[in-house]
């Protein structure tokens, strides 16, 4: 079983910038591919980017190409997302998941586990 911790949501104003953070348990971080889903009031969760298992392969939602950046530091066991320009368009509750297969990426992808995710907010 897989535990997975969101952080680093808030309240920003427009055009400003957050870092979210996924702390992942276990012993078999680096063999995953991840990834970043939101999901605002009324809609249904979309994907917005994601990260292969050594971190060389990303992808991105095109709402978010250009202001976002997904990363991943395997020795900390933590997933990273740099939002910057934040519209009020992103606002949503930001959810970590690790793809169903280790050892293997592809673009788009998700996994039965999820965090409880991380609110962002941005204001007008």
């Known amino acids: 079983q897989v535990q997975l911790v969101e952080s680093g949501g808030g309240l920003v104003q427009a055009g400003g910038s957050l870092r979210l953070s996924c702390a992942a348990s276990?012993?078999?971080?680096?063999?995953?591919?991840m990834g970043w889903f939101r999901q605002a009031p009324g809609k249904e969760r979309e994907f917005v980017a994601d990260?292969?298992?050594?971190?060389?392969?990303?992808y991105y939602a095109d709402s978010v190409k250009g202001r976002f950046t997904i990363s991943r530091d395997n020795a900390k066991n933590t997933m990273y997302l740099q939002m910057n320009s934040l519209e009020p368009e992103d606002t949503a509750v930001y959810y970590c998941?690790?793809?169903?297969?280790?050892?293997?990426?592809?673009?788009?992808?998700?996994?039965?586990?999820w965090g409880q995710g991380t609110q962002v907010t941005v204001s007008s």
């Open positions: 276990g012993r078999t971080f680096s063999s995953y591919a």
């Open positions: 998941n690790t793809h169903r297969s280790p050892n293997t990426y592809y673009a788009g992808g998700r996994g039965p586990y």
């Open positions: 990260i292969s298992w050594s971190g060389s392969r990303t």
